[in-house]
């Protein structure tokens, strides 16, 4: 099938639905529908009603999240790649924030009549890259037309379970007073890279592609999810309302309230540098940063460093309804409630 | 919440997403952030970053289908209830269509802002009709704004696998000369539901309410999926996008030809008093019936029967290339070819 015709980029109108189906087939090396060997992990592959896999011996986790153009990316701004990366990649930070592997996605595109088809396959490359990076398999999906493209993964993956049968994963709901917060990677690069992009910034600064990266390409904490696991952790999300709103989920769930230290914030050189003022807000409460929240013990936090997650120590839980405190740079301490936002100052040096 | 303000309808918008995911929440009787304990069937409930559920035996089987509003539904006139339960049993279709159980859905909205809460509870209660109808749970899902209403399910379930480690599941490509051609329940009513519904007929009527149904709430076979695994039945599909379509399909991907005769066809009384010139036409090709579409051997048919389930046989599977032959009521043969239409007639008392 062809990409360009006349130097003309083609349309999906023009190849039709089966004609997509074939080449995103081919993207994601699965046979269809010409009596080729299943994929490996795979026993009946696309084309048939289902797709079907081996059984596993772990509970079985599910997730789902959906892209939309314009809301969730800039099609104007972000490369298709990039937010098929992306799309898959939300998922799999779900499934990585219960301890859990992701192993198999389901792909549904809402597609206008007039999307190139060339950005379709970019977009299959970029949720391919993903899933090469994290062990998973797209084992189809399905493709309408709509009036505005997005792009919805569902994704299964494993758990282990404890010998009663319970799974062994990162609840929010199992934070107790005492418990240390932490939180791995930095934070706020990916809501720095958002401005980035939102100002038309150019990639050509390495700083600047940097933090457009950590927006567009965030890198799940998969290893980081199931080591805790190992390491006896049992309270952790993932990063995507943002620091401070998540904490707030774990302490709502939790009953109980947490306490966070500004000035131990993971902050990385790229976020310090292009953005000096704002940095510890966009690590508070940017959003999209994907990266790890635990609340554990230290020993537990301990053992987990020990099986080589590097993970930053950055506040703690102590008894309490679902507020998060967040002592500032200037010693001000600032409460955020249940209700969604900054309620009130108290405390401090400059109150 | 409410659902009206004033006698006037609530929107989406005034409640928020967090307002409508805890009404749904509701609709499917499970705790949201609420601490309470999850549903029967579920380790993990909604509320937390995926859905957790014990471990299966048996294989892994997922599908995905997206139902879009004015394109595979009219919300003028079709009640949402029967949108609800159209999304989900299309895809449980899918999961009989492999001779599996479906177990567990996530289920995404692309909604409106002025969408009426009222509508999309009333969907819910339609997807959870099915659900129950079915033995599947609703493990959560993910709502967006989007400027046509879509829904889209992501279904798992379980299959049956031998000593070795292989599914036992109905198959499109295991069809071999020899094998009689069968379905389950009655062909063309669904089609002729559509345009009933299309025209506007009334539901009054009861001939044209029992096509509406099965157009609107079509019954997935998901009983006789698993009674044909059983009884050593390999090859099989559900019907939707029409009877000689599929059996192309079954055709193509097993390397073989078809002869059906339209005789046989199993119709409705309700769709011959109703539809009496386009009865056949509409078995044919109307599409969307649900059925299962068997090609087995006489023992096997026979040891399905024998496990209740009722089957009609409508023709058989000979040595050839994709083709599907029909002998119509008059004699004439057509023949339905790979490329997706009837492209000549021959032979037969007429030409």
């Not at 074939?22 to 010409?34: N, S, T, V, Y």
């Not at 947490?258 to 940017?286: H, I, M, N, Q, T």
Request: hydrophobic residues 45%; proline residues 5%.
């Amino acid at each position: 099938v062809r990409l360009r015709s006349y130097n003309r980029l083609v349309r999906v109108s023009e190849i039709g639905e089966f004609g997509l189906i074939k080449l995103l087939a081919q993207e994601i090396g699965a046979a269809f529908e010409d009596g080729g060997a299943p994929r490996p992990g795979v026993l009946v592959d696309i084309g048939d009603d289902a797709v079907v896999a081996p059984p596993v011996s772990g509970a079985q986790v599910w997730t789902t999240d959906t892209l939309v153009a314009g809301v969730h990316f800039l099609p104007q701004r972000t490369p298709w790649r990039n937010a098929g990366w992306k799309a898959m990649a939300v998922n799999v930070s779900d499934i990585a924030a219960m301890g859990a592997r992701p192993y198999l996605a389901l792909v549904t595109l809402n597609l206008p009549a007039d999307s190139c088809v060339e950005d379709i396959i970019d977009l299959y490359r970029g949720l391919r890259d993903c899933c090469d990076a994290y062990g998973v398999i797209i084992g189809g999906g399905d493709i309408v037309r709509a009036p505005i493209f997005s792009v919805t993964v569902a994704l299964s993956g494993e758990a282990a379970v404890d010998p009663q049968g319970q799974p062994r994963v990162l609840r929010r709901s199992t934070a107790v007073p005492g418990d240390l917060v932490a939180v791995t990677g930095t934070l706020g690069d990916a809501a720095a890279g958002l401005r980035l992009v939102r100002s038309g910034a150019s990639r050509e600064d390495p700083a600047a592609a940097r933090l457009i990266e950590a927006h567009e390409r965030p890198r799940p904490s998969v290893e980081e999810g199931l080591a805790a696991v190992s390491a006896g952790v049992t309270c952790g999300m993932d990063i995507s309302d943002g620091l401070v709103q998540d904490l707030g989920h774990i302490c709502r769930t939790s009953g109980a309230a947490a306490e966070v230290d500004a000035a131990r914030l993971p902050l990385s050189d790229e976020l310090r540098s292009r953005f000096p003022a704002d940095a510890v807000d966009l690590a508070l409460s940017g959003g999209e940063d994907y990266e790890l929240l635990y609340c554990a013990s230290g020993d537990a936090l301990d053992r987990l460093q020990r099986e080589g997650v590097t993970v930053t120590v950055i506040g703690s839980i102590r008894a309490g309804s679902a507020a998060v405190t967040v002592r500032g740079l200037d010693g001000v301490e600032r409460v955020w409630d249940a209700a969604g936002g900054w309620d009130h100052f108290r405390g401090g040096t400059s109150s």
